[in-house]
């Protein structure tokens, strides 16, 4: 059984690989030819930048591989060996946040080189050092006081019921309900500054927008997300009285107020079409079939390993074991997602004008420097919104359409695709 368990972990290794080297491939091809959507040396500098990060995904994927060998091959009983002196829940919270951060230790320094010399290399991070570390410092403070609890609980559960999976599943499945409740205020607590908007005439358009929909929010903020890095973002947090707007400082300095409002108008949209509570259902979906199949798996394989299914091992499992489950059923969420976006698009467009969402979309593009174009496979395993250009189309706009030996580009004037 051990060796099936590495098999299928092989497989998924491969494929992941595979879907990434066809994607470096496509884009390597494509960041050649007519720019779309972006002058030519922006689209050359949105395609390096794609290649660049997807090559640092693939030694990623290669790291986590030889991790999971190492584990599965003797680390785990390692681990076990090196709790003993600590029994009951005890152990198992040592050995399980043991686990989380060697492996947290081992993916430090693609995480240090993926913020400080590649964002860095095409002026997305401004992040200082201080910063980094403070940040870090309390995401790990975070993470082992929750994941203490967490695994608290779920031992509890374990040693109390056979359907420990089942009862697992409740569980954790409240906790994710939670964190989104939660998510606005623990992110304004330990990680941004967020103040209230103070321009009284956006602030009014986005009551508007809000009242048009039905969202109710607790306010509209800002948040100091530029002190980290240069991206363009937005979200709406929180579930029922704690939803909060939050824009990103660096979305009001690159957006006209028509634009912010038709980018606000499109996650309105999610929010009138239920997105957000289909996405939690989702999310539901897949912790079942994950805790119902690591929940079952055979004793024949802790055997082969030389251990015994103790609360933590199971856990430990389930965290080796989720990215594999995960890949296999992103494609499913992709599909239903990428569908609830182009209807929140046609929401956007309602209540802030095609037009202008358009031109937010085509600057969150260059802004961000995101590659326009992706392989089919990349997209049906990883997008959980549809391609751009794609987006535009069902907007009206075809970007590939030509006048004169030029591009049409998304506001309906023409860019020189050879600039």
Same mark, same amino acid.
């Given at each position: 059984m051990l060796?099936t ?8 290794v491969?494929?992941k690989?595979?879907?990434?080297i066809m994607q470096?491939?496509?884009i390597?091809?494509?960041?050649h030819?007519?720019a ?7 689209y ?7 290649v ?7 030694l990623?994927?290669?790291i986590?591989?030889?991790?999971f ?5 003797g680390g785990?009983?390692?681990?076990s060996?090196?709790t003993?002196a600590y029994d009951?829940a005890?152990q198992?919270i ?5 686990f989380?951060i060697?492996n947290?230790?081992v ?12 964002d ?7 992040s200082?050092?201080a910063q980094?570390?403070?940040?870090t ?18 031992y ?6 056979e359907?420990w ?10 906790v ?11 992110r304004?607590l ?9 321009d009284?005439?956006?602030?009014k ?6 009242d048009a929909?039905g969202?109710?929010s607790?306010g ?10 240069a991206?363009?973002n937005?979200?709406f947090?929180g579930?029922?009285k ?5 824009? *990103?400082d660096? /979305?009001?300095?690159?957006?006209? =107020? @028509?634009e912010?409002?038709? $980018?606000?108008?499109?996650?309105? &949209?999610?929010?009138?079409?239920g997105d957000?509570?289909?996405?939690i259902?989702m999310?539901?979906g ?5 805790f119902a199949?690591f929940g079952n798996?055979?004793?024949?394989l ?7 299914s ?5 856990m430990?499992?389930?965290l080796?074991l989720?990215?594999?489950?995960s890949f296999?059923?992103m ?9 609830n976006e182009?209807?929140?698009d046609k929401?956007?467009?309602?209540l802030?004008?095609?037009?202008h969402?358009i031109?937010?979309?085509k600057?969150?593009?260059t802004?961000n420097?995101?590659f326009?174009?992706?392989h089919?496979?990349?997209i049906f ?8 250009i794609?987006r *535009?189309?069902? /907007?009206?706009v075809?970007?590939y =359409? @030509?006048?004169?030996?030029? $591009?049409v580009?998304?506001?309906? &004037?023409?860019c020189?695709?050879?600039?």
């Amino acid at each position: 059984m051990l060796m099936t368990v590495i098999a299928i972990y092989t497989l998924y290794v491969i494929s992941k690989l595979y879907v990434s080297i066809m994607q470096v491939g496509f884009i390597n091809q494509h960041k050649h030819q007519d720019a779309l959507l972006m002058p030519a040396n922006e689209y050359m500098k949105a395609g390096d930048y794609a290649v660049a990060k997807e090559k640092l995904t693939m030694l990623s994927t290669l790291i986590e591989y030889v991790l999971f060998i190492v584990w599965m091959g003797g680390g785990l009983m390692w681990l076990s060996n090196a709790t003993m002196a600590y029994d009951g829940a005890m152990q198992s919270i040592i050995a399980v946040l043991s686990f989380i951060i060697i492996n947290g230790v081992v993916s430090f320094p693609l995480e240090w080189y993926s913020k400080f010399v590649l964002d860095e290399k095409f002026g997305f991070n401004r992040s200082s050092y201080a910063q980094y570390f403070k940040d870090t410092a309390i995401s790990t403070a975070l993470t082992i006081v929750i994941g203490a609890l967490i695994v608290w609980g779920i031992y509890a559960i374990i040693i109390s019921t056979e359907l420990w999976w089942l009862w697992s599943f409740g569980f954790i499945f409240a906790v994710i309900i939670l964190i989104n409740m939660f998510f606005p205020t623990i992110r304004a607590l330990f990680f941004d500054k967020l103040t209230p908007l103070e321009d009284e005439e956006l602030n009014k358009e986005i009551t508007r927008l809000m009242d048009a929909t039905g969202f109710v929010s607790s306010g509209v903020f800002i948040s100091d997300a530029s002190k980290r890095d240069a991206k363009l973002n937005a979200y709406f947090g929180g579930l029922g009285k704690t939803k909060r707007v939050v824009l *990103f400082d660096t /979305l009001i300095e690159k957006l006209s =107020a @028509k634009e912010l409002l038709a $980018v606000l108008g499109h996650e309105l &949209g999610h929010f009138a079409h239920g997105d957000i509570y289909k996405n939690i259902v989702m999310v539901g979906g897949m912790l079942f079939v994950m805790f119902a199949l690591f929940g079952n798996l055979p004793e024949s394989l802790y055997l082969e390993m030389g251990l015994s299914s103790s609360p933590y091992i199971l856990m430990i499992l389930f965290l080796l074991l989720m990215p594999v489950v995960s890949f296999v059923m992103m494609p499913i969420m992709g599909i239903v997602s990428r569908h609830n976006e182009y209807e929140a698009d046609k929401t956007g467009a309602e209540l802030g004008g095609s037009e202008h969402l358009i031109a937010a979309l085509k600057k969150l593009v260059t802004e961000n420097k995101s590659f326009p174009l992706s392989h089919p496979l990349y997209i049906f395993f990883y997008y959980t919104h549809p391609p751009v250009i794609e987006r *535009f189309k069902e /907007l009206g706009v075809d970007v590939y =359409a @030509k006048e004169e030996g030029r $591009v049409v580009d998304s506001l309906g &004037g023409i860019c020189s695709s050879g600039e």
